[in-house]
């Protein structure tokens, strides 16, 4: 059964695709989107606009009547008070819950209620989105920062060394080069027209050296007329010879794949200067913004609602939660304005002083 013959692909797929593809065994987990659960604090949170509408409920069928204080200093009239902190905090709360809602909803444009702040300005975002990432994440002063930081350099440079080490010890490899090597030889030569231009080439060289030296052409002429030959047709017959003689001019080349990776190491540095180019080539290339951007737009309103609540869904919630919280205390303000106020901006300076000391700054 005649062999196959070798070219680079199969040499390449046989040595080396499986240390630059890997083995396919490992692969990478899909990242699943994360769910943080409500912290202890949200939780309770969560539950302040149910008691203040308990609390207004309440307020229908007592609401402090008749319940008053009176002192030298102050006379307070409680009546009323259950509904005005309830409604206020519940107005927080909705508010707050109505500003969220408004940067999603509603995804398509309506004729009276409009469209949501996020879908309106999509296309906006996904520029000013693309355009930073770009500028500030992936560009390749970063990348090559990153790279050599994060030792991915020099751990990538002493793997290549190290598998073109075990490459060149491998004695099938070699058989598989010189295989490759001999093969590529007599391809060429078996080229009618490869051969042509060879023994045009030889003998334009021939005519060359002997130009103006007749001992040379008259020694030339004797011989060639003793091989009955003309010199076209002696350069044809040499030429035929060419692939075994080359072929075995190429047995040193083990003595080249030995120095191979002594050469690395001495040229490491360039070596890992080629990485670097390569790598600032390749994210050179890469239209960042372009891929960003695109994504983005391509996403319906439902999907980049999802994102941008799955980064920052506790923040959000904390803030429509809080909004009952101040429209709460809002309520003391309406009840009492000058005494609320005080006992308001006192409490607020008391915990901005107690982060300040907590924080050390």
């Known amino acids: 059964m005649e062999s196959e013959k070798p070219t680079f692909e199969s040499v390449f797929r046989k ?11 490992y692969a ?5 989107p994360e769910k943080v659960p409500p912290t202890p604090g949200l939780r309770v949170l969560m539950t302040v606009p149910w008691l203040l509408g308990i609390l207004f409920l309440i307020s229908f069928v007592w609401d402090f009547e008749g319940v008053r ?50 879908p309106a300005q999509k296309d906006r975002i996904a520029k000013r989105l693309s355009a930073a990432v770009e500028r500030e994440l992936i560009n390749p002063e970063l990348v090559k920062r990153e790279f050599v930081a994060s030792g991915l350099l020099n751990r990538y440079t002493d793997l290549l060394i190290w598998d073109v080490k075990s490459l060149m ?9 010189s295989k490759l090597m001999h093969h590529y030889i007599q391809e060429a030569f078996a080229d009618p027209a490869m051969k ?20 040379e052409q008259t020694a030339l002429k004797m011989y060639l007329i003793m091989r009955g030959k003309t010199l076209r047709e002696f350069l044809m017959d040499a030429t035929e010879k060419l692939p075994a003689k080359m072929a075995r001019a190429t047995e040193p080349i083990d003595e080249l794949l030995n120095t191979i990776p002594a ?18 080539g390749i994210v050179d290339k890469i239209e960042v913004q372009k891929i960003i951007e695109t994504n983005i737009n391509s996403y319906d309103e439902g999907k980049l609602e999802a994102i941008i609540r799955g980064a920052s869904d506790t923040q959000l919630r904390y803030i429509k939660y809080l909004g009952a919280v101040i429209g709460f205390g809002g309520g003391f303000v309406i009840w009492q304005p000058v005494l609320s106020l005080a006992v308001l901006i006192t409490a607020g300076l008391l915990i901005w002083l107690a982060d300040r000391i907590l924080g050390g700054t």
């Open 15 to 25: 040595h080396l695709a499986g240390k630059l593809a890997g083995d396919g065994k």
């Open 69 to 118: 204080l009176s002192t030298d200093f102050v006379n307070l009239q409680f009546e009323g008070l259950l509904r005005i902190l309830s409604v206020s905090g519940l107005i927080g709360f909705l508010t707050n819950w109505i500003a969220i809602s408004m940067l999603f909803y509603p995804r398509k444009r309506r004729p009276l209620l409009g469209q949501g702040l996020i």
């Open 28 to 32: 990478p987990p899909k990242p699943q």
């Open 169 to 177: 010890d491998n004695p099938e490899f070699r058989d598989d080069v």
């Open 196 to 215: 042509a231009r060879i023994v045009d080439e030889a003998e334009q060289a021939v005519m060359e050296s002997v130009k103006g030296r007749k001992v």
């Open 263 to 280: 050469r690395m190491r001495k040229d490491r540095a360039q070596l890992q200067n080629l990485f670097l180019m390569v790598i600032n």
